[in-house]
């Protein structure tokens, strides 16, 4: 063994002490660290020829990286749809390294059933029923994919070809409906060889919404003639957190023939909250579904979940059988028969960290503080003479511009002035054609106090000099 590799191993368990107190550290100070770094990244170093142990890589990692770290792990890092890590899910990822099993096959550890009773938890959180099978997946950009390809065999199946087997080509030319989709839904068609042009804008209802409006939904798949379409449903758009009804467009399969795929990546959470819950009822009749996990359920990156009504699509689309691997054995098939990957970190144990430590009531109230505190952001919004609120705040996201001429440069400028304070970070966008910044919360830590700084803070970097 080489020497330096020898000596960590010798002194693992002080190793491990020092980055628990480094760890310790930082996150005590997480509140104090600006919420974005707006400075030049450091020079790139040549490949290390000699190693320096985990002690100097440690040391030179604190000295050149983590100062220019964001501080998206804390409570005033409102960009994107961003969470953070709870005690309990921290300590999890830790945890999944230490024992770094692979859970791709169930072969030889408990590891992978680990996964599976986290998955029904899952499910009874969100309301599905137990037609519902899941798999872990790095983000909801990968479990939109897994949806889509699920439904494109799917497709297949309505055609009596095997895209599996035969190809995209087989199945001729595909229509994706979705009135307001999230931009990796359009990643999802390219990847899946279905085509970006696949994915059709179907009008929203009116009165500045973003949910699709069933009506001209239904005439979209009148006008498909009878062939089986594709349909994402959004529950809980990016930029207004607006809600399809899903009860409305599963009912429209009493006449038209089609995939529903829900993408409830962050707006599912309504489902734990008795007074939004109406908001995703209908979900458990999607063909599948997608949740995040990092961004509301607060697990460290990567983690999301996709369910399937079709787990016997699922195998056909991406089983992997070789001698040494076996064919895929149902009910439970090992996950490489279900997902993109063949390896596969214990990505569950985080969340089943998280679900033993807090419970239901536990999330339920992260996910009802954060929506409480955005609705008093955007009423507070309302009183500020330079600003303008561009939509309700129907859950934790909210949606503003600047009052006056709000053009993509003053905007932009404004969302740097904001990063700039350093107290709070939002990210800006583009609604119903008007520029504009979005501050949308998910992170466990957030409190009043954090809101009334967060307000304090875009207020001045945004107000008009005079
Ligand atoms: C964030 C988000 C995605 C993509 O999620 P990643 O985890 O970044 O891949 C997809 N859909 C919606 C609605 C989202 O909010």
């Given at each position: 063994?080489?020497?330096?590799?020898?000596?960590?191993?010798?002194?693992?368990?002080?190793?491990?002490?020092?980055?628990?107190?480094?760890?310790?550290?930082?996150?005590?100070?997480?509140?104090?660290?600006?919420?974005?770094?707006?400075?030049?990244?450091?020079?790139?170093?040549?490949?290390?020829?000699?190693?320096?142990?985990?002690?100097?890589?440690?040391?030179?990692?604190?000295?050149?990286?983590?100062?220019?770290?964001?501080?998206?792990?804390?409570?005033?890092?409102?960009?994107?749809?961003?969470?953070?890590?709870?005690?309990?899910?921290?300590?999890?990822?830790?945890?999944?390294?230490?024992?770094?099993?692979?859970?791709?096959?169930?072969?030889?550890?408990?590891?992978?059933?680990?996964?599976?009773?986290?998955?029904?938890?899952?499910?009874?959180?969100?309301?599905?029923?137990?037609?519902?099978?899941?798999?872990?997946?790095?983000?909801?950009?990968?479990?939109?994919?897994?949806?889509?390809?699920?439904?494109?065999?799917?497709?297949?199946?309505?055609?009596?070809?095997?895209?599996?087997?035969?190809?995209?080509?087989?199945?001729?030319?595909?229509t994706v409906l979705s009135?307001?989709?999230?931009?990796?839904?359009?990643?999802?068609?390219?990847?899946?060889?279905?085509?970006?042009?696949?994915?059709r804008?179907v009008?929203?209802?009116?009165?500045?919404?973003?949910?699709?409006?069933?009506?001209?939904l239904?005439?979209a798949?009148?006008?498909?003639?009878?062939?089986?379409a594709?349909v994402?449903?959004?529950?809980?758009?990016?930029?207004?957190?607006?809600?399809?009804?899903?009860?409305?467009?599963?009912?429209?399969?009493?006449?038209?023939?089609?995939?529903?795929?829900?993408?409830?990546?962050?707006?599912?959470?309504?489902?734990?909250?008795?007074?939004?819950?109406?908001?995703?009822?209908?979900?458990?009749?999607?063909?599948?579904?997608?949740?995040?996990?990092?961004?509301?359920?607060?697990?460290?990156?990567?983690?999301?979940?996709?369910?399937?009504?079709?787990?016997?699509?699922?195998?056909?689309?991406?089983?992997?059988?070789?001698?040494?691997?076996?064919?895929?054995?149902?009910?439970?098939?090992?996950?490489?028969?279900?997902?993109?990957?063949?390896?596969?970190?214990?990505?569950?144990?985080?969340?089943?960290?998280?679900?033993?430590?807090?419970?239901?009531?536990?999330?339920?109230?992260?996910?009802?503080?954060?929506?409480?505190?955005?609705?008093?952001?955007?009423?507070?919004?309302?009183?500020?003479?330079?600003?303008?609120?561009?939509?309700?705040?129907?859950?934790?996201?909210?949606?503003?511009?600047?009052?006056?001429?709000?053009?993509?440069?003053?905007?932009?400028?404004?969302?740097?002035?904001?990063?700039?304070?350093?107290?709070?970070?939002?990210?800006?966008?583009?609604?119903?054609?008007?520029?504009?910044?979005?501050?949308?919360?998910?992170?466990?830590?957030?409190?009043?106090?954090?809101?009334?700084?967060?307000?304090?803070?875009?207020?001045?970097?945004?107000?008009?000099?005079?």
């Open positions: 063994m080489h020497p330096v590799l020898a000596e960590d191993r010798a002194r693992l368990t002080e190793l491990l002490r020092s980055v628990s107190e480094l760890a310790g550290r930082e996150l005590a100070a997480v509140d104090a660290r600006p919420a974005a770094r707006l400075g030049p990244a450091p020079e790139p170093q040549p490949l290390p020829a000699e190693g320096t142990g985990t002690e100097g890589a440690l040391a030179r990692f604190a000295e050149r990286w983590s100062p220019g770290f964001s501080g998206s792990s804390g409570p005033r890092y409102l960009g994107f749809v961003t969470g953070g890590a709870t005690p309990a899910a921290l300590t999890a990822d830790w945890l999944t390294a230490v024992y770094d099993q692979n859970v791709g096959s169930g072969i030889g550890s408990s590891a992978a059933a680990l996964e599976r009773e986290t998955l029904a938890w899952l499910r009874e959180l969100f309301g599905l029923s137990e037609a519902h099978s899941g798999a872990f997946v790095t983000g909801a950009t990968m479990s939109n994919t897994v949806g889509l390809a699920i439904g494109r065999e799917w497709l297949g199946e309505q055609r009596n070809v095997s895209v599996s087997d035969d190809g995209v080509a087989a199945l001729g030319p595909v009135g307001a989709p999230h931009s990796s839904i359009g990643k999802a068609t390219s990847v899946l060889g279905l085509g970006r042009a696949s994915l804008r009008p929203l209802q009116p009165g500045n919404r973003e949910a699709v409006d069933v009506a001209a239904a005439d798949l009148e006008r498909m003639d009878g062939r089986p594709i994402v449903a959004n529950a809980g758009t990016v930029d207004t957190v607006d809600f399809d009804d899903l009860r409305a467009i599963a009912a429209l399969k009493e006449r038209h023939s089609f995939w529903l795929h829900v993408d409830g990546a962050f707006g599912a959470f309504a489902a734990l909250l008795p007074s939004h819950s109406h908001l995703t009822d209908g979900l458990d009749a999607a063909d599948s579904v997608c949740l995040d996990l990092h961004k509301w359920f607060n697990v460290p990156y990567d983690s999301a979940v996709v369910f399937t009504r079709r787990q016997d699509l699922q195998v056909r689309v991406f089983h992997n059988s070789s001698p040494y691997l076996g064919p895929p054995s149902l009910p439970d098939p090992d996950f490489l028969h279900l997902t993109p990957e063949n390896s596969r970190r214990l990505r569950a144990l985080t969340a089943w960290f998280s679900l033993v430590a807090y419970g239901r009531d536990g999330h339920r109230e992260i996910v009802a503080r954060n929506t409480g505190l955005a609705r008093r952001l955007g009423d507070a919004l309302i009183g500020v003479p330079h600003l303008r609120l561009l939509a309700p705040v129907r859950l934790n996201t909210v949606c503003f511009t600047l009052a006056d001429d709000p053009t993509p440069d003053r905007v932009q400028a404004a969302a740097r002035a904001i990063a700039a304070t350093g107290d709070v970070f939002v990210t800006p966008t583009v609604y119903g054609h008007v520029p504009a910044l979005r501050a949308a919360f998910s992170n466990w830590r957030t409190t009043q106090p954090d809101m009334e700084r967060a307000l304090m803070a875009i207020t001045d970097a945004t107000a008009p000099v005079s």
